[in-house]
Each structure stands twice: as structure tokens, then as C-alpha cells.
């Protein structure tokens, strides 16, 4: 189906999100959308799916100008979007989510959709298991039944907004297999992404987007530099690595032995020094996140022990934790770590540490969000509730309401859904605190990003957790080998040294 | 600028809900016979036409205001209070249980009074308490938790009633023998109107108010009403929270009531909430859970019920038409509510 969008105008209050936007892309496409956080990528998808509606200008599929009201028209003209922030899903089993969806006939035949949903998956290489309840699935598995759902719905054009956050290399390889069948069979695909190098590798054509326009578009083979420059309007280089570690322990396992089924962590050891940063490596669900949470409480460990600057917190909840200045932020923005519904200014009234009187100096809080929104570069307002912020800016503000004072920051996916520029500013942010003695745990789905971060790494694989690796000496095809289950003998050989040493 | 002129369209809607709300209350009377017009002046007329009326809608006011306002705090909290009717019962047992007890010692009445509606909060508190605990170690739904408090309240009222605070001689549904008047709430002159639950009510919305807009309590309400993982995340303990929601919204069913025995009937009666828990829930939905329109809202609503009264001696028609009013005027502005959003959404 040939997509087109003509003159497309969309205000937020103040904020012009898509500016005069004329694009038009070719049936059997793939199309990719490039822009920095804000730029106005997931508004323009939103109108195409029905979500949002244009102040002014039109949308022509196939020549014909349709109007798309709701995201239901969307799929009756067989265009079907995937979410950058996963909507909820019911707690149903796979194959119920399958049927809801289903358009017409009041009673649906169980085994005939079991038996279609298995001829379609494997049309993919796909393997979900269509008993399974939607909740027990990873952020890539979700990703993959959202696909099949679409298309069995008879998506001819399908939108995915920044889809490989969050998924293993392994799932981003089948994604971008099944995309490039569906290419071939005449479906249009629309990527928006901030990795270049994945729509370097799958786009055919790319529309840059930056402040509302369309600055440009360009068609395969790329220049990197180009892409770049057209995005952020100058080019951008990555900083040099450095290294602030202290010696003193802040933050120490002992023995730790964390479950969470189907994962057994079995006898982590490990000390944090001030100063450091780690980076957790391994594929989506290998138990980095498992590891994570017991280090704050917000999940018991079955024996061992988690010590903070030498006070034994094991067992104790994450408020208790906060108070010992460590703090969690985790991947899901607006499920865990922001409050839909409130707005910048009443979260840094909540995240305060000062002014804690009765009542609420709401002048004062107002005047640090501003503060925070500019140091921060949050695209928004003192009063703009976290919800209509772009998915960028909302990571942005959760990075802002950090506390100062804090030991130990525990991050997830720190910089999801951040374009290039953001990401640098924010490691520039959490550097600058590890100057001053803050140490950083943290959890990325980028190799790149931790071995470009990270002083010592420790990788995980279903389970098994390796001794810390060195970050300077470890190559990325080595980390890379490690993730995918290889070359993990040398490792435990490693890790008998490094126990044996660390017991005397 | 912007924001004057999305207040303006949402009143709007709410007064197209308001007219709609009526329009349907109109076909139901046309539906069976009545005059339309015939009836809601006799609606105005009971609520406003001698001092008297307009007493005995400021009576209802009262707890209408009371309740709504604990409303507010378990509404912010994310909470179904639906267990208000039984913590307002529960409120007016250990009011009239503490009264029981001092009458026939020498303490001044007034004190008696003071312990006896302290207790009465205390009694609402620990009932809402009880749902709270239900939810948070139990693991029990407040609607239904709040459901099956309700009916222990009642029981436990009626047995008392009949029991062991009956009437010597003559346990009736009319209710436990009258207190000694020197024990009521003073009133205003021979209205059953005391300026002192007025100034109650006053006092307490403004309190409500301020403690949901204001503070820092109020906020962190708020965000565990909005997103309970992401405020626990952010260093709020929500269990806690939520338990002193529950606690306040008691403290008020309490102290209503404490106002409806001390005040209004000096003496223990089967449906001594009268239903105005019920119509708590309702008004705190009319109003959108802003307390700024829940004064005005709640003087309409208390006049609805006092002017239905007049209904079945003048015209014959059941004084529960006033209620079909209330319900569909809740009904017909969550519709609008509902139409403006996807009206203005599309903007
Ligand atoms: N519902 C909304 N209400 C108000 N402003 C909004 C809303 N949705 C988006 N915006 C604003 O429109 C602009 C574009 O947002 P959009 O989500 O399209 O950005 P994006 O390109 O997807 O960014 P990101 O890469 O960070 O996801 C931002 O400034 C954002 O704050
Ligand atoms: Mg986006």
C-alpha cells in the first residue's frame, strides 16, 4: 500500500509537533524514520494510526485521501502500529489476545486459530507458545505477537516505533528478517529509530525529522556523518572513556542467591568502589534485571547477603535502601518510574529533598522544575503532565528527578529511546556524579554503551553471572561471544581465580 | 488563555449534561402521567418555600458535605470507598454506645457531647481502617471488602437496636430511647438545624481542601492514586498511605455520624447513614473529585431531597423521583464528560 502524508500540521498547545509534513512512501518499502528525542516521529505516526488527529492536511493511501479517526479506522484501512511504550496487556494467554482482535464471528474456533497462529508464526521463525499468558513474555516476545496480531488483522502497513529498544540481538535479527519478508510481499514497514545502524541496515529510503520538520530525505547507501548532521543540525562525536574509581567499597553482595522463576542466580560476590561504574551485559531475561532488583530490595534474595557502605540492608525493603542514598530506575517509564497524570512540577515537589514543611512552597517547586528543564534539555513545561512528553523527554525527566545526594544509582536501560546527542549529555550527567563518589550499576541492552561506559563489566548468561571483566581489555566481540552462551570455560576459570583470591 | 477557554467548554458540557439529566426525568413523568412542570415546582417549592425547608436542607447538607469530603481523600488515593454507609453507621453506634454511658452521671453535657462525637469519629475510623487492613494484608478488594462492612454494620445496628439498647418495653424500628435534650446539639432556634455541624462541615471541607491541594500528604496521595509502583519508586510508602486515606475518609463517616445522633435524631435509628454514603460516591463523581464545587454540588443535591418529599403528599408521586434525578444527572454528565474528552481530543 502506497502511504502519503500531505501538508501535515499537528499542535500541542505551544508546541508545533509536525510542521508542514509532505512524505510519500512506496508500497514494498521500508521506509525509516530518523530524528532527535522531540523532533515530532511518534506524532506523526500517531496520526497515521488513528490515535491522534492533524490539525490540518490529509492522508492518502494508495492516491485515495482517507480519513483516519480512530485506531480502529487505522486496521480497517490496514494500518497497524506498534507502541515505543508497550500499551498494557491483559493478563490473558497469547492466543485469547489473538482472538480478541479477531473481526467478526460471535463464537471463535480455539483449535482452527491455535492451528492459523502457528502456520503464521512460522512463516517468521517465530516459536511463542500460544498457551502461554502474555505477561510471562519479554518486552521482544510481546513484540513479536503485537506483529502477528496486526497482520492477522490484515495490516498492509505496518508501523514500528523504535522497536529494537529493549530486545537481544538475536530477536533483533528475526525482526528484521520477518520485516524485510513482509517488504517483499508488498507490505510497507515504517521504522522510526534512533540507531542508525539498524536503519542503515534495513531502510531503503529515510525521512529525517528535526523540530517538527522534514529536513530531508535520503536513500540507501548512507553516510553516517550526513544522517547525523541532518538530525542535530551538527556532528556529534562520542567522549573519551575515563575512569573515576576510588578503592572503598560502598555496596557489596556476598554469596547472593536470588530466584525468580524460571532463573536460579547462584553465588554472586562482588564489590562496588566508589566512583565506578558497571555495566550489567547479557540478552534480555538472561537475569540481569533479577540481579538488579535484589540489589534494592525489591526483590528477596533466598540467601546471601546485600551490604551497603557497610551496613547489612538484606531483607530490607527499597525504601530503606533510598534512605541508605541508593536509588533504582527502572525500564518502564511511565509503569515504574513516572507518575502518569502529574506533572513535572509535582514530581520534583516529590522527589525533593528540601522544603518539607506541611504545606507545598508550590512557587519554589515550580521555579526547580523550570531549573531542571532546562539543565536537563526537557522538552516541556513546569506544568506538562509526564504522559505528553516524547518517550526521550520522559527519560530525560526521570534522569532529572534523580536525587543529589545518592551513593548508588541502579539504572535499567538509562539511555532507551534517547537520540545520540541526549545520551552523550547524560553520561556527561552521571559522570559528573561519580566524581564526586556516586557509583553506577547499570543495565544495558547496547554493548556499545557499556563497554564505552562501564570500568568493569559483569555479563550474564540464563543465569550464570561471570566475575567482573575489565571494560578496557574486553572486546566486543568478546562481550558479544559471552552474551550468546560462548566461551563462558575461560570465565569460570577466571572467576576460580578470582574467588580463591578474594578468600585470601 | 488556552485554559479559560477549556473551563468554559467543560461547563459547557456539564450544563448540557444537567439539561439532558432533566430531559429525561421530564419523559419519565410524561411516561406516567404526571405534569412535568407540576413536579419540579413542587420540588423547588419544598426545598425553599418556608425557613423550615430551607432548615432541613442545610440538615442534609451537613453530612452530604461530611462524607464527600472523606470521599476526596480515599478518591485521590485510588480507593473505592464503597464501606462509607457502614463507617458512618458504625460512627453513630459508638456515639450513642459512649452517650449511654454518661447518662446518668454528673459530667457536664457538653463534655459528654465532645467524648461522645470523638468517639464517633474514632468508631468511622476503625471501620475504615478494617476495609483498609482487608485490602492491604488480605488481599481484598476495597469495593468488596467496603460491601461486606456494610452489611456487618447494619446487623450489628438492628441488634442493637433491638437488643440490648432497645426501647424498655418497645424495641421498635423507630429506634433507641431519645437522649435527654440538655445531650443534643445545641440548635438553631426551634429548627433542627445546629450551627454547630454547619461550622463542622465548613471547617472540614476546608481542611479537605487545603490537605489534597496544598501539602505534600496531599500530593503523595495523588501520585499513589496515579500510578501506586511509580510513586513507591519514587520513596513513597503507599500501603501506609493508602491506610491513612482510609482512616481519614473514616474520621469524617464518623463524625457524620456523631452529627446525625447528637444532631439530627438524638437517638439511635435503623438507617442512621441514610443512604448519604451512597450519594457521597455520587456527588464526588459530579464534581470531577474537586472539592472546590462540592459545596454547591451537595446544597443541590440535599435540596433535590428535601423538595421530593413534597411529591408524594402533593401529587401522588413516589418522593424516589428525586433520586432518578440524582442518579441519571451523575449518569448523564459522566456522558458528557466522556463526549467532551473525545470532542476535545480530537482538536
Ligand atoms: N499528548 C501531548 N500533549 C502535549 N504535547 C505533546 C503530546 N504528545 C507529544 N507532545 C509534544 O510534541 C513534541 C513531539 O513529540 P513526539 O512524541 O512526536 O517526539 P518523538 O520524535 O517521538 O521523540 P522521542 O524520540 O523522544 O520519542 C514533543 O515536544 C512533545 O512534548
Ligand atoms: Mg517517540
Redesign the pocket.
Known sequence: MNVEFKNINKH??P?H?NVDINLNIQSGSIQGIL?E???????LMKILSGFIQPDSGGIYLDGKAVLIDSPADAIKYGIGMLH?DPLDFPPMRLIENFIVGQRGGLVPSYKETIKEFKELQSRFGFSLNPEAYVDTLTVGERQQLEILRLLWMGASALILDEPTTGISAQQKEKLFAALKILAEQGKTIIFVS?KLEDVEILCSKVAI?RKGYLVGEVPSPYDTDQLVEMMFGKVISLGDRNTVAQNDVVFELRDLFVEHYPLKIENVNFQLRSGEVIGLAGMEGSGQDVLLRACVGLLRPVSGKVIVKGKDLTNKNYLEFMQNEVSFLPASRLEEGLVPGLSLAEHFTIAGEEKKGLFIDKEYFREKAENMIDEYHI??RSDSTVE??????QQRAALALLKKSLSIILLEHPTR?L?IESAIYMWGKLKERCLQGCSIFFISGDLEEILQYSDRILVFFSGHVSPPLDAATTSLEQLGQLIGGKGWDQVFEIKENYESNANT | MNQTRTRSISLLFQLGGLALAVLFVTIILLLVDAQPMEAFRLIWEGATGNPTRIASVFVVWVPLLLVTCGLLATFTAGLWNIGIEGQITVGAIFTTGVMRLFLDTSISPVLVIIISMLAGMLGGALWAALAGILKTFGGVNEIFGGLGLNFIATALNIGLIFGAWSRPGIASMSGTEPFPEHFWLPTFQNFRLSLWSIGFAVLGLIIIYFLLQGTHFGLRLKAVGKGMKSAFRMGIPTWQHMMLSFVICGLFAGLTGAIQVTGVYHRLIPSISSGYGFMGLMIAMLINYQAIWLAPIALFFAALNIGGIQLPIVIKLDSALTGVLQGSLVLFILIMQGIKQRFVGKK
Open positions: 500541542f498547545g508546541v509537533a530524528g528525542n522531540g523532533a515530532g516521529k511518534s506524532t515505543q534512533h525529522l522538552i516541556g505528553s512528553l516524547s518517550g526521550g523527554n529511546g537520540d
